[in-house]
T-cell receptor, first 112, second 113 residues
Framework: DTGVSQNPRHKITKRGQNVTFRCDPI?????LYWYRQTLGQGPEFLTY????????KSRLLSDRFSAERPKGSFSTLEIQRTEQGDSAMYLC??????????FGDGTRLSIL | QKEVEQNSGPLSVPEGAIASLNCTYS??????FFWYRQYSGKSPELIMS????GDKEDGRFTAQLNKASQYVSLLIRDSQPSDSATYLC?????????????FGTGTRLLVSP
């Protein structure tokens, strides 16, 4: 069990650029979740995959955000035309079925 | 808006004391309750899960759940300086069939030597 892996750990980009983050869940975890956390707040749910199917998206996930999980393994989260308000820690979690979620180390996004 | 409320703290306790962390939630449909520990700059780490009313003990940690009062707590016995962190309470969104978690803002715990 190698844990949930997220890359990159830190991304610095200019406003208006596109960024993509990757999450590799714990092996055989069929459920994968994306959350966003800003300073002083708890994580906020963004989206959820069961295998390759994206089953729910939060209203927080504007049209500039897209997530995929091809083949039900790793997942990517892309943000297009980044804005200052997108600066946050993006957390990925996975679980086997309806079991507790385990989080990766996150990707910290900084928008200049 | 489903809410999870926690006192932001900091909660300061001396080493060896019992730390008591509390959480209330608004969604009566919630069935799963979790405590995560988060060190500064790190990701949340699962400490406890609880699904039924009553107490659940794991080592120095005890989670308590009272669904009627919509109240969850975490007790940390024999607190250590290494327990100093932010503790996040999370409950599942009872509307969904999966574990969509709603988090509180966390309680910062400081354990002094």
């Amino acid at each position: 069990d190698t844990g949930v892996s997220q890359n990159p750990r830190h991304k610095i980009t200019k406003r208006g650029q596109n960024v993509t983050f990757r999450c590799d869940p714990i092996s055989e975890h069929n459920r994968l979740y994306w959350y966003r956390q800003t300073l002083g707040q708890g994580p906020e749910f963004l989206t959820y995959f069961q295998n390759e199917a994206q089953l729910e998206k939060s209203r927080l996930l504007s049209d500039r955000f897209s997530a995929e999980r091809p083949k039900g393994s790793f997942s990517t989260l892309e943000i297009q035309r980044t804005e200052q308000g997108d600066s946050a820690m993006y957390l990925c979690a996975s679980s086997p079925g309806n079991q507790p979620q385990h989080f990766g180390d996150g990707t910290r996004l900084s928008i200049l | 808006q489903k809410e999870v409320e926690q006192n932001s703290g900091p909660l300061s306790v001396p080493e060896g004391a019992i730390a008591s962390l509390n959480c209330t939630y608004s969604d009566r449909g919630s069935q799963s309750f979790f405590w995560y520990r988060q060190y500064s700059g790190k990701s949340p780490e699962l400490i406890m899960s609880i699904y039924s009313n009553g107490d659940k003990e794991d080592g120095r940690f005890t989670a308590q759940l009272n669904k009627a009062s919509q109240y969850v707590s975490l007790l940390i016995r024999d607190s250590q300086p290494s327990d100093s962190a932010t503790y996040l309470c999370a409950v599942n969104d009872g509307r969904t069939g999966f574990q969509k978690l709603v988090f509180g803002t966390g309680t910062r715990l400081l354990v002094s030597p």
